[in-house]
């Protein structure tokens, strides 16, 4: 891979590794929190459908997933498979596309259910 | 009776096998020492590699009780265990015979990692006037005392695992030569340096930092050059 596109994964790992740190301690946060007393299905649904702040701060946290991890597992599999160069291309760009599809189809979803 | 000590030595090449020997005790006595001792008076057919004997010429490092070092300033006292050494030659090279491994593919990797000068002055030019104080000069100085032993390329994870890795040595040359204000062929280098083999497959786990025998700081360099290319990249040079 050229110079200059390992160079911006690199930094796409790094930011995307800035915004993890603080979306996964407000993500944990918030669970810890909500659940103290116990939490339905029903309940969640009713906190996080049609709410717009929700949507956005996980349309944010799944883009940085969907960055972070397909570039470090290129490096796990580069360096512990023996995988040629290209087939590992191929695994990291289907885990992009599979981790970005699922997390904002959930986010998108249960934010859907508020607004009819 | 003399104190000895029990000393395993690496004999042969990819299929060889530890073998024993008894080396007696002396004041002041390094690695290569012992094993000097095993080739001149037990086993003249022993193969390992030294040149100066004062650890500047960075051609003795060998893997001792584990860990890779140069032997020539390592005391046996220091890293005997339990009367015993392990003397293996070093990883992350081919073998050759014994504790004799092939560098060729570690200074390969200092010319691809574009380790040579790229200047634009002539001998008629005056010297340059580099001030000791600036910046760039003092991060080039942190590296410039490389030996080129190999120790942290043998302690490096990195290329263990992708053996295409430049590795630290060539790296932290790399970026000596970035910092060196004269040089003209920065980004010609910094291009070599951040492809797939190049800094940004640096884990940061600092096996180099921590085995470098000079105490230089490879990581700190490899960090270097990851910023350093992102800066190219940002003003379209890379």
């Known amino acids: 891979m050229s110079a200059r596109i390992q160079t911006w994964m690199w930094a796409a790992q790094r930011l995307s590794a800035i915004v993890l740190a603080i979306a996964v301690l407000v993500h944990l946060g918030t669970i810890i929190y909500a659940v103290q007393g116990g939490l339905s299905g029903t309940e969640i649904v009713a906190r996080v459908a049609g709410n717009g702040s929700w949507l956005a701060f996980y349309v944010v946290f799944v883009a940085a997933v969907a960055i972070h991890a397909p570039i470090g597992l290129r490096a796990v599999l580069i360096e512990m498979t023996p995988l040629p160069a290209r087939a590992v291309d191929v695994v990291v760009t289907v885990a992009l596309v599979s981790i970005a599809w699922t997390g904002w189809s959930a986010a998108f979803g249960l934010y859907g259910l508020g607004v009819s | ?238």
């Open chain 2, 1 to 238: 009776m003399e104190k000895t000590l029990d000393v395993s030595i690496w004999r042969g090449k990819d299929d060889g096998a530890y073998v024993s020997y008894a080396v007696p005790v002396r004041e002041s006595q390094t690695i290569l020492d012992v094993v000097t001792y095993v080739q001149r008076r037990l086993d003249a057919t022993l193969a390992y590699r030294f040149a100066c004997r004062v650890g500047m010429c960075g051609s003795c490092a060998m893997t001792v009780n584990g860990r890779p070092r140069w032997t020539c300033r390592t005391h046996a006292s220091r890293v005997v265990e339990d009367g015993r050494l392990r003397i293996g030659p070093l990883d992350n090279l081919p073998r050759i015979k014994d504790l004799a491994v092939d560098m060729a593919p570690f200074f390969d990797k200092w010319a691809a990692a574009g380790g040579q000068f790229q200047g634009d002055t002539t001998r008629t030019d005056d010297f340059a006037n580099v001030q000791p104080d600036s910046t760039q000069r003092q991060h080039a100085e942190k590296g410039i005392e490389c030996i080129g032993c190999g120790v942290c390329y043998a302690a490096c994870d990195v290329v263990r695992w992708k053996p295409d890795y430049l590795g630290p040595a060539a790296l932290n040359r790399a970026w000596t030569l970035h910092n060196d204000e004269r040089d003209t062929g920065k980004d010609e280098r910094l291009r070599a340096v951040a492809g797939d083999a190049g800094c940004h497959a640096c884990h940061s786990h600092q096996s180099c930092t921590e085995h470098c025998p000079k105490h230089l700081n490879p990581t700190e360099g490899i960090a270097g050059l990851k910023r350093a290319t992102l800066l190219a990249a940002l003003k379209g040079r890379l």
